[in-house]
């Protein structure tokens, strides 16, 4: 195929530019579109009009030199390198060196001058120029997409990335919007930044956000329905680029963002980056295409690094907090161990040392002493080795079908030994409570804790009611003291392993029941609140579904 290109010849003699004009007209690979000009001033005037491929330059013009024309050119006409031949005259070597240095991409001799010497040069600067256009808008598309690169990786918050990714993409194509869409698990997802060009509708951008959810709940095929021009095919299988072929629409570029080795080998497909435009028809360049690619690509890189750098940030937030933990237990050990171990000693020892004199009343009022105080560090160690296995997350959760009338019969059987003359449990029960799945252990765990605290916190007796509503799906578990209460302060925090509440005074107690009894209602995907008043009483409520959402 013969290219046609444009020509411009700055000569004062016309008879000069009528044989140039022949003899480029007669080029065999190449046509030319050529334009005259008599004197400086009007090349420059055309120069400034229209594009020219290559400018043929005679050096002596009558309203200027040809150099100061060609620093002129330069000067005046920024917007790609312009291509010079100049045309000297025999013995004018001096000019000809000069007008190289400036940049001219070759000179003739007008007297040696021959058909194909001139066509040979013209077709030869032609191609030099194509390649430092090439090279120049390489050079200029890295420098973009490193700057670009640079603005979106300088941040290691992942917000913050995408944010300005979006920013960025959509100054640098300059188009009317731009979104970062990305998949959940479960192939929907949702649109996680977008910048939109001022003026534009922002309903606009939750059209393609619709679309994308639409598509991404359909059989896990995201493409079917999105409108797309250009889809860069990097990655994509073809059942994709099959059916993205289908639905090609006129205004969007759409580029996959693929992580490389986020261990999840079967969806490395993070997301979807979009640049829309619609105030105008407008169809995309390859270089844009490509650089949305490269700059794709980078914003994978980043999006890794977030990711990596918070999933270490919260491991080392774990093992700090394993870490207070375990010397927490160390504390507690050493502090709650101490009271009741010279207890069982000095018990042991009275036992010991003066048994055969102490009566038999007496000798078990020691024995009993051992007795509970050993209870009572046996629970201690029981209660930690079941927080260390939550800290762990290695709680074991078995829901089976349960009796909740029997279940709490039971435990409320048991609570009742315990109980002094001063207090009254009171049980009541409505509603629909069958259908109940649950892990029996850890239930236990829970209301074990609640009602020995309703218990233990009410010093001065009073009644203790405990009720238990069935709704449809879930089961409500209400456990009412009238007790020291807590103050409000520290309502908050008693959740958390070894908190206690300011006005315990000496009741004796570590502060792990309320953190087991809540990680225990979690793993059943329930919930459990606290309302007290000091001096009033205390009211605890546990909400347990009745078909944890896995059964
Ligand atoms: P233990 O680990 O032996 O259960 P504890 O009872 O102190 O010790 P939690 O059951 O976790 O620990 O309770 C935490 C704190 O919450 C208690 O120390 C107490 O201050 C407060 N608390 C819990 N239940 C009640 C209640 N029914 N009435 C008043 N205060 C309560
Ligand atoms: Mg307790």
Known sequence: MVDTWTLLIVDDCAAD??????????????????????????????????????????????????????DRLNKEI???????????????????????????????????????????????AIKQSYLQAQLYKTRERQRLIATTALRIRQSSDLEQILNTAVVEVQQLLKCDRVLLYQFAPDNRGKTVASSVESGETLAASHDIQDICQEVGGENHVWGCKLPITQVCEVGLSNDYLHLLEQFKTKDNLVVPIHLSNNGDRENPLWGLLIAHHSSQERQWQTDEVEMLNELSVQLAIAIQQAELLAQTQAALLKEKQLNTFK???????????????????????????????????????????????????????????????????????????????????????????????????????????????????????????????????????????????GTESDVMVYIKDEGIGIPIADQQKLFQSFSRGSNVGTIPGTGLGLAIAKSCVELHGGNIQLSSQIGQGTKVIVSLPKQPSFV
């Not at 044989?19 to 005259?36: A, G, S």
């Not at 008599?38 to 005037?45: I, K, R, V, Y």
Request: hydrophobic share 40%; charged share 25%; net charge negative.
């Open 78 to 124: 920024l917007d790609t390198p312009k291509t010079v031949i100049m045309l000297t005259g025999r013995g004018d070597e001096e000019v000809a060196v000069q007008a190289m240095k400036r940049g001219a991409q070759d000179y003739l001799v007008k007297q040696y001058l021959k058909p194909d010497v001139l066509q040979l040069a013209v077709r030869n």
């Open 327 to 469: 010397s927490q237990i160390v504390a507690t050990v050493s502090h709650e161990y101490r009271t009741p171990l010279t207890s069982i000693l000095a018990a042991a020892s009275t036992l010991i040392k003066y048994g055969q004199q102490l009566n038999e009343s007496k000798q078990q009022k020691f024995l009993g002493m051992i007795e509970e105080k050993a209870r009572s560090m046996s629970k201690l160690v029981d209660n930690m080795l079941m927080v260390n296995q939550i800290e762990l997350d290695k709680t074991r959760f078995k829901p089976i079908p349960l009796d909740l009338l029997q279940f709490f019969t039971d435990i409320l059987e048991q609570a009742q030994e315990t109980l002094t003359h001063e207090h009254e449990l009171i049980f009541n029960s409505s509603g629909n409570y069958q259908d109940f799945w649950g892990d029996r252990g850890l239930l236990q765990q829970i209301f074990i804790n609640l009602v020995s605290n309703a218990i233990k916190y009410s010093p001065n007796g009073g009644n203790i009611k405990f009720e238990l509503i």
């Open 17 to 70: 530019r009528k044989i140039y004009r022949r003899y480029l007209l007669q080029d065999p690979y190449n046509t030319y579109k050529i334009f005259e000009a008599d004197c400086a001033e009007s090349g420059l005037a055309l120069c400034q009009k229209m594009h020219c491929d290559v400018i043929l330059l005679d050096f002596c013009l009558p309203d200027m030199s040809g150099l100061e024309l060609f």
